[in-house]
């Protein structure tokens, strides 16, 4: 893709965690990284902070000419800042509004339809913008951590939802697909506790019947003398 050469991005990892990966990290060692990487995708991976970005802002609109500028403005922050982790970073990061489609005024089976056509014209398009989903999808499960393998999954997933509920929106679709599968996935079923059985109550000791008083021996009085 032609951004590629002027868009400075992350290189796919299989597993990045936002807390602890610092700025000065991302600059040096995981830039480097990604030039290296012949399967590195940068577009791609900064869509993915871009729509991490946008859910953790409380937003929940795509501005789909606005990446570029988004990833100048990381890139810039970084530099500046670098011990910054990279959630502090996405932070201090504004995004600019521009050619902005709201999630929530979309409805999931159309979504699906667009990007079926879009797949089959532009594949690295289509891809991108899910992966922005992606993005977006796991800042609004809570999570802070961007796995790109596990973006295969989560396309096909959200796909067989927009199947069952054409109708939604894409915004209710994307938060109860998370709130219902990865909240599964994290939390095990607890296991029922057998109510415990009440012991019985201790039976208090019968009282101890008092000694009878001892009966006082007759006292003798002897006669008066005459």
Known sequence: MALIACLPGLGRAAELNLATLTCGKYENEVLPAAANNPTADSINTVMWLFGYSVAKSGGHVLYSDALAPFGFALDGECKTNPRENMLEALAAVKIESKSP?????????????????????????????????FGFSVATSGSHVFD???????????????????????????????????????????????????????????????????????????????
């Open 101 to 133: 489609m709201d999630l929530a005024g979309v409805e999931c089976g159309a979504f699906a339809s667009r990007h079926a056509e879009f797949a089959r014209s532009d594949v690295e398009s289509a891809t991108t913008i899910m992966m922005w989903l």
């Open 148 to 226: 790109a393998d596990r973006l295969d999954p989560f396309a096909a997933a959200l796909l067989a939802d927009c199947a069952k509920h054409p109708s939604d929106p894409l915004l209710a679709v994307l938060k109860a697909m998370n709130m219902t599968k990865s909240a599964a996935k994290s939390v095990p079923a607890a296991k029922p506790v057998a109510a415990a059985t009440p012991k019985p109550a201790p039976v208090p000791a019968p009282a101890a019947t008092p000694a009878p008083a001892p009966i006082p021996s007759p006292v003798f009085t002897p006669p008066p003398s005459r």
